[in-house]
Each structure stands twice: as C-alpha cells, then as structure tokens.
C-alpha cells in the first residue's frame, strides 16, 4: 500500500481524466463519422420485423437528425471506452488497496463493462425484436384511415438508448450485491432469507426501466432472477474464502 499527499492525488486524479477524455472524444468522433452506419445497425431489429421495404423512420425538426447522431456518437463512445474508464480507476484506487483487496477490485472493475455488454447484447438481439413486433402489432390497414407506424429518429434512438441502460444497468446486480457483501451489508443467509421478496423488487424494478409492455418486463425480470442467484454463489466463495484465510 502507498501513500499520497492530497496534492498528488490530485494531480493524478486530473491526469487520469485528462486520459479519458482524450480516449473519449476520439472514440467520438470516430463514432460520428461513423454515425450512419451504427444507425443503421440500431434499425436492424424495427427492419426485421416488419415489413421493411414499407417502414421508414422520419425527423421533424430542421436540426433533428444532427442531434440525434451526435448523442448517438457520445453513447457509442462512452460504451466503448467503459473498459477504460474502469482501468484508470483501478489504476487510481490501487495503489492504496492490500493485495486481497486489489484483487477484489480488479474483478470487479473487469466484470462491470462485460456484465454492461451482456445486458445491451441482450436486449438487442432478444428483446427489441419482440417487443418491436409486439408494438407492430398495433398497425392496421382495416381502418378509415391506415394506422403505421412512422418512427422519429430521435425518439426511437431515446428507447433504443433507454432499454441499454436498463438492462446494463441491470446486468451489474451481481456486482452490486457483492459490494454489499464485502462490506457486511448482506450475507448468503439473509440473501437466501429475501428470495421472495428480491423476487417481487426485481420485477418491480423491470416494470420500472422497461416500456410499458409484458414482453420487456419479463425479459428483464427473469435474467435479475437468474444473477440474483449468481450473486448468492459468488457471495458464498466469497465467505468461504475469509474463513479459510482467516479474514
């Protein structure tokens, strides 16, 4: 373990958000230089289910489309280098963490972007493209006047950005459980205890940061019932390995 005057923590602190920036507004430009494409990739899922030769997505506003690439391009980026992100920090924070703890945080801040990706991988290839045709469904050409859909881009960007952060954020359960853990917040035994009770907050939880569809809340329900078990197993190694150690 070392040690740092304030003023060198400071510094520090400020190189190591100096480097991120960097690492972010070229990953930002890239992206929106790119922007067409990873627009068109995000469109994948509204193509695919329904008639795609028919769809098209509009914008109405003059400056729209500018805007909605350009926080395209800043989420992009920031997914991106969310592995980076979290290396400078554990570069930050070791210096002053015990072996054991250095450890615990490298898995930590290893598994927080992979566990973010899985829940965008997810959502992406299993959830929109149910939920897309369960909001499709709701077009009919049986009416006086045709009801289709016509998307804005910024909105379906909105929703597309919306149901990322959901189930990334989600998908870090695990991770913020075992947090918990280390520091005596939560044991296996009362994690055990609440399972009915985790069960009735994970799908409040899902109906809270997902559209208001079925199809949604149970594909974000389910996988927090799934890592809430996970994080049970992962918390019990955790305790058998303090008692083996003596910790």
Known sequence: ???????????????????????????????????????????????????????????????????????????????????????????????????????????????????????????????????????LSFESVNTNIPIVLEAKVSEYLNLIIQLFLAFGLAFQLPIIILILNLFKVLSVKSLKKRRRLSIVINFIIAGILTPPDVISQLALAIPLLLLYEISILMCKLVENRKADVGY
């Open 1 to 135: 373990m070392q040690t740092y005057t304030f003023k060198e923590h400071f510094i520090e602190l400020k190189q190591r958000f100096l480097k991120i920036f960097c690492v972010f507004f070229a990953s930002f430009c890239i992206c929106y230089y790119y922007s067409d494409e990873i627009y068109n990739f995000l469109l994948k899922p509204l193509a695919q289910a329904g008639n795609k030769d028919l769809r098209k997505v509009i914008y109405t506003g003059l400056a729209e489309a500018f805007f909605t690439y350009l926080k395209l391009a800043a989420f992009s980026s920031l997914i991106i280098v969310f592995p980076f992100i979290a290396f400078q920090v554990f570069r930050f924070v070791s210096p002053g963490l015990h072996l054991r703890e250095r450890k615990i945080a490298a898995f930590i801040l290893f598994a927080s972007p992979i566990l973010f990706w899985s829940g965008g991988f997810f959502v992406f290839y299993y959830v929109m493209p149910k939920a897309w045709q369960f909001f």
